[in-house]
Nanobody, 126 residues
Framework: EVQLQASGGGLVQPGGSLRLSCAASGFRVDDYAIGWFRQAPGKEREAVFTISSGVTWSADSATGRFTISSDNAANTVTLQMNSLIFDDTAVYYC?????????????????????WGQGTLVTVSS
């Protein structure tokens, strides 16, 4: 059974950092496209950072502040978020889709990913 477990969210001050982890089970992360999405209150879910066969994409809002990495041995994908701002407040989700059935669209959208984790809340507040 494919499962995704997102963790690492919390309350952080502006300028701070958080490290989100997406632990995968039931599949190998290097066989799947993995995406980090976020959804702020009243807004649509949007892609933040994705990785597919080692190729990454980042939203303009994340470029230069966030990084994504994949650990095949631990079967996890990590989103390192630095220099956090108020607008980063959202529920963050990791998502996955098999590479051999993945639709590459840019910007990435939710329809490209079939498996979703439960989300982890990130709150940036002073």
């Amino acid at each position: 059974e494919v499962q995704l477990q997102a963790s690492g969210g919390g309350l952080v001050q502006p300028g701070g950092s958080l490290r989100l982890s997406c632990a995968a089970s039931g599949f190998r992360v290097d066989d799947y496209a993995i995406g980090w999405f976020r959804q702020a209150p009243g807004k649509e879910r949007e892609a933040v950072f994705t990785i597919s066969s080692g190729v990454t994409w980042s939203a303009d809002s994340a470029t230069g502040r966030f990084t994504i990495s994949s650990d095949n041995a631990a079967n996890t994908v990590t989103l390192q978020m630095n220099s956090l701002i108020f607008d980063d407040t959202a529920v963050y989700y990791c998502a996955a889709n098999p590479l051999d059935d993945f639709k590459y669209v840019y910007p990435p959208n939710v329809d490209s990913y079939v498996y979703w984790g439960q989300g982890t809340l990130v709150t940036v507040s002073s």
